[in-house]
């Protein structure tokens, strides 16, 4: 999905806790630098910040990034002449979204019921394979019964 011009992400959202691999088309992959550096942080004061070489290829200058669970995620590219491209003075800044937590189940008493519930659905699907393997047999005589021999 494309978020600015010539920045690409594999993803339609942003969420904290997630990886997101980034494509950049824009100065730096259309003048044919050899390299391109991404200046990332999180949050308004760029907390965690980190400088790291992009993959050059033939879509552009690549890179994956663990988004961390803070508000915003900020970058700006530079390439290996020290030119920036930060977004005309802005930089690049992205909400992060975080995950819906009322769906994730945490208490024990919850875990048992559903542990009890896939245990159950387990000898429902072997009685009805039981039942539809026998019941041909009884009705039309092809069975035997093992014999025990002392």
């Not at 992400?9 to 991404?38: C, H, M, P, W």
């Not at 552009?60 to 590219?77: M, P, R, T, V, Y």
């Not at 992205?94 to 945490?106: G, M, Q, R, Y």
């Amino acid at each position: 999905m494309e978020l600015v011009k010539n920045i690409f992400f594999n993803t339609d959202r942003l969420i904290a806790g997630n990886t997101v691999k980034i494509s950049y088309t824009g100065l730096f992959f259309q003048d044919k630098s050899e390299k391109a550096f991404i200046r990332y942080g999180f949050g308004e004061n760029w907390e965690n910040l980190v400088e790291a070489e992009m993959e050059k290829t033939e879509l552009g200058f690549q890179i994956e990034i663990d988004l961390l669970d803070k508000d915003s995620f900020n970058f700006c590219i530079k390439n290996e002449d020290d030119k920036w491209d930060n977004n005309n003075g802005e930089n690049y800044t992205f909400k992060i979204e975080h995950p819906e937590t009322a769906l994730i189940v945490s208490d024990n008493k919850s875990v048992r019921r559903l542990r009890k519930t896939y245990i159950w659905s387990k000898k429902v699907k072997l009685a009805v394979y039981k039942i539809l393997t026998y019941i041909p047999k009884l009705i039309t005589g092809n069975y035997k019964k093992k014999v025990k021999n002392n």
